[in-house]
């Protein structure tokens, strides 16, 4: 294998020296000139005939939130992404758990067609099924063997990646040219990364472990030394802003003067909700609230350094005269919460708050300063990109839609009305000995007893945005089919649950969407919703494959 140097010159200074950018962990397959006729890339519109195809970097974060300002600290990705390019105001995720949400947009599906439910093994999360399954379907594999991509990823990959019983760290994906992934969960210090598939292990010395750097590091490395000869798409999935919440030396004393936002969803009772968000303790504790202020304020402090990793990325491609080719994406997997309805610090739960992320765009055709209102989700992400490299989307099993249109100022699109989120709550029906006054199958509790997920917290939303709706309608899997809905538009913050008190032909109406969505697959997970005049009516929609109409969505031995 050859090694290619790290940086001319020898190493420099907060440059990890032993961290080299090695060639690729497989070599790219040959592209017949069949395959290219039948199905392969024939470019982007707009792009001149004879230019070569536009690059792609995907920047993605780890539980960073919109609705909570999560985009505040990011002052140089705002100016560098948003500002020159496009800023979704309504881009949300599936799922508002990592690995779930982070298959959603490699596979561009709903978590019940690429069945990753959870963050474990026996979930799905980077297990030998979902290797053997969806792996080779995603869009890097795609890029890679039907469009000739350069593919680079460098970071957290799936939260299970590297697990002994799935193949450890020398699994390498298909569909990845340069692989530098980490062990397991998010970590700033202390890890270990697969590197083509060889481990190499980290330590806590800032200047050469400090993951977000290595990560920056590694990055630029690759667009220095990679062939200019290709297209490349970078994956980069930095740990920040996830818990352990470690900042960079230089950044440790910032936003002192910051707290969670006091929005009117905090510290209040989650009043006819589900019983989960019934259960926290309202009014909390003063101790809970200074522990979630200060991780409020290390979340912002570890995102500082992104914002360089950001700087650092857009200044290369310049400086290397391939910035004006280049699509830029930022974005989170999931949002997040701090004492909204006195839940302390997580994700999981259905409302904006977790589901809704910030996602900003830049790249060729994109004019600058742009806000877009549609409705965007991460499984718009792969097809999205593989429209930019020129693969259609009607030779993939994706059940997203491509927003390049929406980028390019497309007039006169027909644009979806609703998406799904969907989740499948984790626990075990046992009853948890330090918190026994609570019900059987609870998990991630606090000391107080205030427990952020259970196994039936599981649900399944349609959420709704049109020019004269914008709504949320929510079904729980338990025992009293619990039904939550909410009217975004006279209650942005969601305290008042409205489903005893809806329309019961419009409360019908939602409820055959839901069962249509979560039984959909491919094409009819792009049917119009029910706020689309085009929206029809077609009960055989209901059915999955197997002729019934909304089983469980997924099996119960996963729990």
């Known amino acids: 294998m050859r090694l290619l140097p790290l940086v001319p010159g020898g190493p420099q200074r907060g440059r990890p020296r032993h961290l080299l950018c090695c060639s690729p962990a497989r070599p790219p397959p040959p592209l017949p000139l069949l395959l290219l006729l039948l199905g392969g890339c024939w470019g982007v519109s707009g792009v001149a005939a004879g230019s070569r195809r536009p690059n792609v970097v995907l920047l993605l974060a780890d539980d960073q939130d919109e609705v909570l300002g999560g985009m505040t600290p990011l002052k140089k990705t705002k100016a560098l992404i948003g500002e020159m390019g496009m800023t979704f105001s309504s881009a949300y995720v599936p799922s508002a758990l990592c690995c779930p949400s982070r298959a959603s947009i490699l596979t561009g599906k709903y978590p019940h067609n690429h069945h990753v439910v959870n963050n474990t093994l026996e979930g799905n999360c980077s297990s030998k099924s979902w290797q053997k399954i969806q792996e080779p379907n995603t869009f890097p594999a795609i890029l890679r063997s039907m469009c000739g991509y350069q593919t680079f990823f460098a970071g957290k990959y799936l939260n299970e990646y590297g697990a002994p019983d799935a193949g450890g760290l020398a699994h390498v994906p298909l569909g990845w040219s340069y692989w530098y992934a980490l062990e397991k969960n998010s970590k700033y210090y202390n890890y ?90 309202t009014p909390m504790t003063n101790s809970s609230i200074q522990f979630l202020d200060n991780a409020f304020r290390k979340r912002w402090q570890t995102l500082l350094s992104v914002d360089d990793l950001v700087e650092k990325l857009v200044k290369r491609l310049e400086s290397n005269g391939e910035l004006n080719n280049t699509y830029i994406f930022y974005t989170s997997d999931n949002g997040y919460h701090t004492g909204q309805f006195s839940l302390p610090i997580d994700k999981r739960q259905l409302y904006e708050f977790d589901i809704k992320v910030p996602l900003l765009v830049r790249g060729p055709g994109i004019k600058p300063n742009q806000t877009s209102k549609m409705l965007v989700a991460n499984i718009d992400l792969g097809p999205t990109i593989l429209d930019i490299a020129g693969y259609s989307l009607n030779n993939t099993q994706m059940d ?30 046992v009853t948890d000995p330090t918190c026994p006054s609570l019900s059987p199958g609870v998990s991630q509790c606090f000391p107080d007893c205030v427990c952020e997920d259970a196994y039936n917290n599981t649900y399944a939303c349609v959420r709704t945005m049109s020019e004269l709706w914008n709504l949320q309608y929510c079904e729980f899997d338990d025992q009293e089919v619990f039904v939550e809905v909410y009217n975004l538009t006279a209650d942005p913050h969601q305290i008042n649950n409205i489903a005893k008190s809806i329309d019961p032909e419009l409360l019908g109406k939602m409820n055959y969407r839901l069962m249509m969505l979560q039984s959909c697959s491919g094409p009819t997970c792009r049917t119009p919703g029910v706020f689309d005049p085009r929206y029809r009516f077609d009960p055989r929609l209901m059915f999955n494959h197997h002729g019934s109409v909304r089983t469980r969505r997924f099996s119960k031995h996963l729990l």
């Open 192 to 281: 270990t990364l697969s590197i083509n598939g060889k481990a190499r292990k980290h330590g806590e010395n800032y200047s050469v472990d400090y993951l977000t750097d290595v990560l920056a590091n590694v990055s630029l490395d690759f667009l220095d030394y990679k062939s200019n000869s290709e297209p490349f798409f970078m994956m980069i999935s930095t740990p920040a802003p996830h818990s352990p919440w470690t900042a960079a030396p230089q950044y440790q004393n910032t936003f002192q003067n910051v707290f969670a936002p006091r929005n009117k969803n905090f510290n209040v009772h989650g009043t006819n909700k589900h019983w989960l968000i019934r259960q926290a303790k």
């Open 400 to 429: 997203g839609m491509s927003f390049l249109p929406i980028l390019h100022g497309a007039g006169n699109l027909t644009w979806r009305s609703d998406v799904l989120v969907e989740y499948q709550g984790e626990g075990r029906n």
